[in-house]
């Protein structure tokens, strides 16, 4: 552990049982499940930005991961994360839509909602909550850790018995001293993007045009042209919750890393000045489109991965493949590996490779563990896993099932003083599944056939949670 500041000297903000270093969809369903499980204990979360939901809400619109892909859709994903979305379809803003890429239905959703949606959660569960204020500094104080933060109003420390890194970059466990690996160490890190939207799009002139194979001409020529010069020809639009609407995943930022500030400076410029080509190419070239303006660049550039901390168990690609149920599980996972990359001639590719089998795997509880910790957990992007596992095992619906299983575990580590890595795992896997976790395989094949591009049709209430 590398301390850079005098924590004596740092005003205290306070002591708490748990805290939560980021409210991204890890962390907000981390802190969620711990406060609801543990009433009386008290549980922080604190996040960098002004509003929670990271990249939930900075920038995507669509919960991948809650559906195995394919003809025969099992729903792997339940509890919280159900929860969530079922606020979101109290007010009408969901629908569920096909991916044309093949991740499984996708359940879409308006960001802005989203954020007003977790803020009401998270303070209806009393949960301590603190915004715009970045983790710093961590140095460990007896049996608690004391977490240094910046904000406006300076620095301050929290004492904390646990803790739940849910700050994708695993920035916690950077400063307490756990072991990772950086994303490029040994793969190619998976590329960034800036997502864009863009309003007053004519779907119906779009589609009379032609509408997909159209869209593919259309890029082809543009770039063999010259007229256009996009950086990428896949990627995918969609429509939003908001009418003629559309929202975008285009934009490819690959060689640069985000943790490093200069090289994360240049990927942010360079993914704007794509977004722009990109509505240049729409409004020229794509009918529908001659109207259209950008309206919203993601609030930061989206980062797939930078730290993956070495946890108490490693999720391998072959694991996930050989579809692996461990007795440990604590979450299913059937998404495919999406692996956004650039290929060895410097061109931009993404590579598939789907769950074969029953299409599902479980991920083992020392995952969210790292190695030899005792009062910490790590949850989201930057839990245990390499490369191309994590490229299967990042979606949102997983992302939350990880919070998920944290939040329950530090809360059993403080009531029965059992160590974060030798939690009795019986016991909470009978505590997820009352909370409506799905750890085996279900029979029964999903019905989202019914499902449109419209939130209010029948099977938005596969959702409701009794
Ligand atoms: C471009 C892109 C497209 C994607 N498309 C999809 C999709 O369509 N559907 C899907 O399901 N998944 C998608 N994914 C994957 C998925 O969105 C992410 O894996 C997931 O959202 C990560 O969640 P997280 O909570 O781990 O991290 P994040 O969402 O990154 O949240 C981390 C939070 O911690 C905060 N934080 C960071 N450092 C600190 C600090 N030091 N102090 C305080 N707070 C801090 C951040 O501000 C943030 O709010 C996509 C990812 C990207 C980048």
């Known amino acids: 552990m590398t301390t850079i500041i005098n924590h004596v000297a740092v005003p205290l903000l306070a002591e708490v049982d748990?805290?939560?270093?980021?409210?991204?969809?890890?962390?907000?369903?981390?802190?969620?499940?711990?406060?609801?499980?543990?009433?009386?204990?008290?549980?922080?979360?604190?996040?960098?930005?002004?509003?929670?939901?990271?990249?939930?809400?900075?920038?995507?619109d669509t919960f991948y991961g809650f559906f195995t892909p394919g003809e025969?859709?099992?729903?792997?994903?339940?509890?919280?994360?159900?929860?969530?979305?079922?606020?979101?379809?109290?007010?009408?803003?969901?629908?569920l839509r096909p991916n044309t890429y093949g991740a499984g239905t996708g359940v879409n959703y308006n960001p802005?909602?989203?954020?007003?949606?977790?803020?009401?959660?998270?303070?209806?569960?009393?949960i301590r909550y603190l915004l715009h204020t970045t983790l710093i500094d961590v140095n460990s104080a007896g049996e608690r850790y004391?977490?240094?933060?910046?904000?406006?109003?300076?620095?301050?420390?929290?004492?904390?018995?646990?803790?739940?890194?849910?700050?994708?970059?695993?920035?916690?466990?950077?400063?307490?001293?756990?072991?990772?690996?950086?994303?490029?160490?040994?793969?190619?890190?998976?590329s960034m993007t800036t997502t864009f939207r863009m309003s007053n799009v004519d779907l119906?002139?779009?589609?009379?045009?032609?509408?997909?194979?159209?869209?593919?001409?259309?890029?082809?020529e543009a770039v063999d042209s010259g007229h256009h010069p996009l950086p990428r020809k896949e990627g995918s639009a969609h429509e939003m919750n908001a009418k003629m609407c559309i929202s975008?995943?285009?934009?490819?930022?690959?060689?640069?890393?985000?943790?490093?500030?200069?090289?994360?400076?240049q990927a942010e410029i360079e993914g704007r000045r794509q977004a722009f080509v990109y509505e240049d190419f729409f409004r020229d070239d794509v009918p529908g489109y001659q109207e259209s303006n950008i309206i919203g660049l993601s609030h930061q550039i989206g980062v797939r991965e930078t730290r993956r901390v070495y946890g108490e168990h490693r999720l391998t690609?072959?694991?996930?493949?050989?579809?692996?149920?461990?007795?440990?599980?604590?979450?299913?996972c059937g998404a495919p590996i999406e692996d956004h990359r650039q290929g060895a001639d410097g061109s931009s590719e993404t590579y598939w490779e789907y769950i074969p089998g029953a299409g599902v795997y479980g991920v083992p509880y020392g995952t969210i563990v790292p190695k030899g910790s005792q009062t910490v957990w790590v949850v989201g992007r930057c839990f245990s896993a390499t490369h191309d596992a994590h490229a299967s095992c990042r979606s949102m619906a997983q992302t939350m099932s990880m919070g998920q299983a944290a939040g329950l575990a530090a809360v059993q580590s403080l009531r029965n003083d059992e160590p974060a890595n030798a939690i009795a795992i019986k016991q909470l896997q009978e505590d997820l599944l009352q909370l409506g976790a799905v750890l085996d395989v279900p029979?029964?094949?999903?019905?989202?056939?019914?499902?449109?591009?419209?939130?209010?049709?029948?099977?938005?209430?596969?959702?409701?949670?009794?």
């Open 317 to 332: 690609k072959d694991e996930c493949l050989a579809g692996l149920l461990p007795n440990d599980r604590i979450f299913l």
């Open 146 to 190: 004391s977490c240094v933060f910046w904000n406006k109003g300076g620095f301050c420390k929290v004492l904390a018995r646990r803790v739940i890194d849910a700050s994708g970059d695993a920035d916690f466990c950077h400063l307490a001293g756990f072991a990772y690996e950086r994303a490029g160490e040994h793969e190619p890190a998976q």
């Open 204 to 220: 119906d002139e779009y589609e009379r045009a032609g509408g997909k194979k159209m869209l593919v001409r259309a890029m082809q």
């Open 248 to 265: 975008t995943v285009a934009v490819k930022v690959a060689g640069l890393s985000a943790l490093n500030a200069e090289t994360l400076t």
């Open 112 to 126: 802005e909602r989203l954020k007003l949606v977790w803020d009401q959660l998270i303070q209806q569960q009393g």
């Open 72 to 95: 025969t859709p099992r729903k792997v994903v339940g509890g919280w994360p159900d929860r969530v979305v079922n606020e979101l379809d109290k007010t009408g803003n969901i629908f």
């Open 18 to 60: 748990v805290l939560v270093i980021g409210a991204g969809s890890a962390g907000c369903v981390a802190a969620l499940a711990a406060a609801e499980r543990g009433q009386g204990l008290s549980v922080m979360l604190v996040e960098r930005y002004g509003f929670p939901g990271g990249t939930s809400t900075q920038m995507l």
């Open 443 to 466: 029979d029964a094949v999903a019905d989202t056939s019914r499902n449109g591009w419209r939130h209010n049709v029948p099977a938005r209430h596969i959702y409701n949670v009794a």
